[in-house]
Nanobody
Framework: VQLQAYGGGLVQAGGSLRLSCAAS????????VGWFRQAPGKERDFVAI????????KYADSVKGRFTIYKNSAENTVYLQMNSLKPEDTAVYYC???????????????WGQGTQVTVSS
């Protein structure tokens, strides 16, 4: 299975973007799929995760109420709808797959290539 992330771009503060993470193969029900982001000079941070079998979700405090993670099982795709974007949301966004309900990058063993999101003030 491979993951491909896309949908990034340049947007003004207050705008919206939707990121997509498409899996090339089947995602098993035990999987957790998430979005992480990395700003220049900073570590890769947790953004949001969804459990494949239950639709359970978890968000970083910094994005709660603005971002929504959801999946389309038939398309093997996970989305990240980002609203009310702020300049501090600027980063490369990565999707990843693991099996633990975790916000740590160490628990994810399959990563997509990343997509750049830039929010101008």
């Amino acid at each position: 299975v491979q993951l491909q992330a896309y949908g990034g771009g340049l947007v003004q503060a207050g705008g919206s973007l939707r990121l997509s993470c498409a899996a090339s193969g089947r995602i098993y029900s035990s999987s957790v799929v998430g979005w992480f982001r990395q700003a220049p000079g900073k570590e890769r941070d947790f953004v949001a995760i969804v459990r494949w079998s239950r639709d359970s979700t978890k968000y970083a405090d910094s994005v709660k109420g603005r971002f929504t993670i959801y999946k389309n099982s038939a398309e093997n795709t996970v989305y990240l709808q980002m609203n009310s974007l702020k300049p501090e949301d600027t980063a490369v966004y990565y999707c990843a797959k693991g099996v633990q309900w975790s916000t740590s990058t160490r628990d994810y063993n399959l990563w997509g290539q990343g997509t750049q999101v830039t929010v101008s003030s």
